[in-house]
C-alpha cells in the first residue's frame, strides 16, 4: 500500500485537471476504519463476521448526518467484496474498495444493491417490487442487498408487506434499514432486525478528525476554529465537512481564523458574551447595553444573543458544580479561564436566577416584533435583580413562584436542569415558533437564512448563503438551483426545517440551472464594488499616493456605528 492510500480516508490526490470534489464526498469513508466515532457497532460486526453468524437485516438509527447511509454502502461492500483477485468467497469485515462489487456499490450502481428512500416511496406498490425481486438469486454478487432509508415512513401496509419477507428471508436477501425515528418503526419489524444505534461524534473527537484532514487538504486553521465547526456540526461528521469546505472557499489567504468562522456562522465572539454577562452580574448596566449594541452592529442576531448568554450561564453553573465541565467554552482558551474565575465569584443562586430571568427572555426576545429591545428589557431586568442580594429566599420565591409568561410559554422549571448532560442549547431551543395571527411573509432569501439563524441552525445557514442560486420564493414555495458543493441533502433538510419553523408546508423544487448569485456571492461583489468606489475618492487617492504600499484593508460605516450612542443614551434615562 502507497503513502496516499490511507484505507480510511480515500486518499487518492487528486490529479489537477479533476474537477473538485467537496471534501464530504471526497471523505466519506469506504470501509470501517475510516468510519469515525462508531467503535461498537464496528466491532459488534466484525464478531458476527468473524463468527459468520451475519444478521439478515440491519436497522441503523441516529440523528441525520451521523452516516447512516455510509455505513449502509459499506456493509452492502463487506457482505459482496470478491477481494483485488476476486477469489474472495465469504464475507469480509475489510472490504478491499478496489474490485467490481466495492466499486460499484460506492457509486450506488451495483444491480444486486439497492437502494431505496422510503420518504418519497413509502406505499405497498413499492415495497411489492422489492417483494417481488427477492425470490430471484442475485445478478453477480454474492447478496442481494435491500437498502431502505427513513424506513419509518413506510405505510403500515407496506410495513406488513414487509414483514413477511422478513420472516422468512431468502438466505441470500440482506436488508439494511435506516431511520432517524426508531420509535415510529413497528415492533415487529424491529425484532427481525439487528439494530445499531450510531451516535454523535463528540465534538472534541470531530475536531480532531478535522485537523488530521485539515493537514491532509494542506489548510493551515485555527484550533479554535475547528473546534467552532466541530460544535456547530452537532455530531456530524458531514455537516462538518461540509462547513469546513464552505470556511476553505471563504478563505482568501493565510490561515483562517476562529474570528472568520464565528462570522460564516452568524455567532457573536464568545468573549464579548462573556464580558457582556460580567457587567450584567456587576449591575453595570450602560455599559452593558452599550456592548450589546457593538454586538448587534456587528452583526450578532438578538436571539442568538440571547442563546449564548443562556449557553453562559450554563456553563458557569456546570464548571461550579464540577470544574474542568468542557462545553460552551472550550477547555484551556482564554475565554474557558475567564468563565472559570467569574463563576468562582458567583453564587448558584444568583446563577440560577440569572438563568430564570434568561430563560423566560428568551421566549419574550423571539416573539418581540423589535427582538433587539426586548433583548435591552432583558438585560436591564438581569442587571437590576443582581444589584439585589442573591439570598436563597429570594431564588426560593422565583423558583416557586415563576413569573407568568403566558399559558404553555411558560418556561420549565430551572431547579433540576444543571448537572444534566443536556446543553442549554438544547433545553432553550426555541419550539417551533407558534405561528402568529399574521404569518411572516418571505420575499427574499435573506429571510429565510434569518429564520435558520433564529432557529439555531447555523449549519443550514451557512448553506443557504453559500449553495442556493435562488429561482423563485414565495411564502410556502421556494425554487433554487443549488451550487456545486451544495450537500445531496440540502432540499429535503430545508423543506423539512420550514416545514418544523413556520408550521406550514412547504414547496421545495430544484432547478437545473439559473437562479440569482448566492446570498454569499452578492456579499462578496457588494463589498468589491464598495472598496472600487472608496478607492474613487479624492481624499483616499491622495492618502495612497502620499503612503507608497499603503493598501486598503476594511472599509467602515462611521455612520452606523455612530447611531448606536444615541439609542444608549435613550435608554439609560
Ligand atoms: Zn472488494
Not at 270 to 294: N, T
Not at 485 to 506: C, M, V
Request: aromatic share 6%.
Amino acid at each position: 500500500m502507497s503513502d496516499n492510500e490511507d484505507p480510511g480516508f480515500d486518499l487518492g490526490a487528486p490529479a489537477k485537471s479533476e474537477a473538485y470534489r467537496v471534501l464530504a464526498r471526497k471523505y466519506r469513508p469506504s470501509d470501517f476504519t475510516g468510519l469515525i466515532g462508531q467503535e461498537a457497532l464496528v466491532r459488534t460486526l466484525s464478531n458476527a463476521f468473524a463468527l459468520n453468524r451475519i444478521a439478515h437485516a440491519f436497522m441503523l438509527t441516529g440523528v441525520r448526518g451521523v452516516g447512516k447511509t455510509t455505513t449502509a454502502r459499506i456493509i452492502a461492500r463487506a457482505l459482496n467484496c470478491i477481494g483485488p483477485d476476486g477469489k474472495n468467497t465469504a464475507p469480509t469485515i475489510q472490504p478491499c474498495g478496489v474490485c467490481d462489487a466495492c466499486v460499484t456499490i460506492a457509486e450506488s450502481r451495483n444491480v444486486d444493491v439497492q437502494e431505496m428512500d422510503a420518504a418519497s416511496r413509502t406505499g405497498i406498490d413499492d415495497i411489492r417490487e422489492i417483494i417481488e425481486g427477492v425470490r430471484y438469486a442475485p445478478a453477480s454478487a454474492r447478496y442481494k442487498v435491500y437498502i431502505i432509508d427513513e424506513v419509518h415512513m413506510l405505510s403500515k401496509q407496506a410495513f406488513n408487506g414487509l414483514l413477511k419477507t422478513l420472516e422468512e428471508p431468502p438466505p441470500h436477501v440482506k436488508f439494511i434499514f435506516a431511520t432517524t425515528e426508531i420509535r415510529k418503526v413497528p415492533v415487529t419489524v424491529l425484532s427481525r432486525c439487528q439494530r445499531f444505534d450510531l451516535r454523535r461524534i463528540d465534538s472534541m473527537e470531530l475536531a480532531d478528525y478535522l485537523a488530521k484532514l485539515a493537514v491532509k487538504e494542506n489548510v493551515k486553521i485555527e484550533a479554535d476554529a475547528l473546534a467552532l465547526i466541530a460544535r456547530a456540526a452537532e455530531g456530524s461528521a458531514r455537516d462538518a465537512l461540509s462547513l469546513l469546505d464552505q470556511a476553505i472557499s471563504h478563505n482568501d489567504q493565510g490561515e483562517i481564523g476562529a474570528s472568520a468562522i464565528r462570522a460564516m456562522l452568524g455567532l457573536a465572539d464568545r468573549g464579548r458574551i462573556l464580558d457582556l454577562f460580567e457587567k450584567m452580574m456587576g449591575g453595570k448596566i450602560a455599559e452593558a447595553l452599550a456592548d450589546l449594541g457593538g454586538l448587534y452592529d456587528s452583526g450578532a442576531d438578538a436571539l442568538a444573543v440571547m442563546q449564548d448568554l443562556l449557553e453562559t450561564v450554563h456553563f458557569l453553573t456546570r464548571i461550579k458544580v464540577s470544574p474542568g465541565a468542557q462545553g460552551f467554552f472550550d477547555g484551556g482558551s482564554g475565554e474557558a479561564k475567564r468563565a472559570a474565575e467569574m463563576a468562582a465569584k458567583l453564587s448558584v443562586p444568583a446563577l440560577t436566577r440569572a438563568w430564570q430571568i434568561f430563560l423566560r427572555g428568551l421566549f419574550e426576545v423571539r416573539d418581540a416584533t423589535r427582538p433587539i429591545q426586548a433583548l435591552e428589557m432583558v438585560l436591564i431586568r438581569l442587571a437590576y435583580a443582581a444589584d439585589l442580594p442573591p439570598t436563597d429566599k429570594l431564588v426560593r420565591d422565583l423558583l416557586d413562584n415563576p413569573p407568568p409568561v403566558g399559558g404553555s410559554k411558560l418556561p420549565p422549571r430551572s431547579g433540576g436542569n444543571f448537572g444534566e448532560g443536556a446543553s442549554a442549547r438544547a433545553q432553550a431551543a426555541p419550539a417551533p415558533a407558534a405561528i402568529p395571527e399574521s404569518a411572516p411573509t418571505f420575499r427574499k432569501l435573506e429571510d429565510i437564512a434569518a429564520l435558520a439563524a433564529a432557529n439555531n441552525a447555523p449549519v443550514l445557514k451557512v448553506h443557504i448563503e453559500n449553495d442556493i442560486h435562488l429561482v423563485h420564493l414565495e411564502t410556502g414555495r421556494i425554487e433554487f438551483r443549488p451550487s456545486a458543493r451544495a450537500p445531496r441533502t440540502l432540499a429535503g433538510d430545508l423543506q423539512q426545517k420550514l416545514k418544523d419553523w413556520t408550521g406550514q408546508r412547504w414547496s421545495v423544487s430544484i432547478a437545473s440551472e439559473g437562479g440569482a448569485p448566492t446570498l454569499a456571492e452578492q456579499k462578496k461583489s457588494a463589498k468589491a464594488a464598495r472598496f472600487e468606489s472608496v478607492m474613487q475618492e479624492p481624499m483616499v487617492r491622495a492618502v495612497l499616493d502620499r503612503f507608497p504600499g499603503a493598501e486598503i484593508v476594511a472599509v467602515r460605516d462611521v455612520a452606523a456605528e455612530e447611531s448606536v450612542a444615541p439609542i444608549i443614551d435613550e435608554k439609560d434615562e
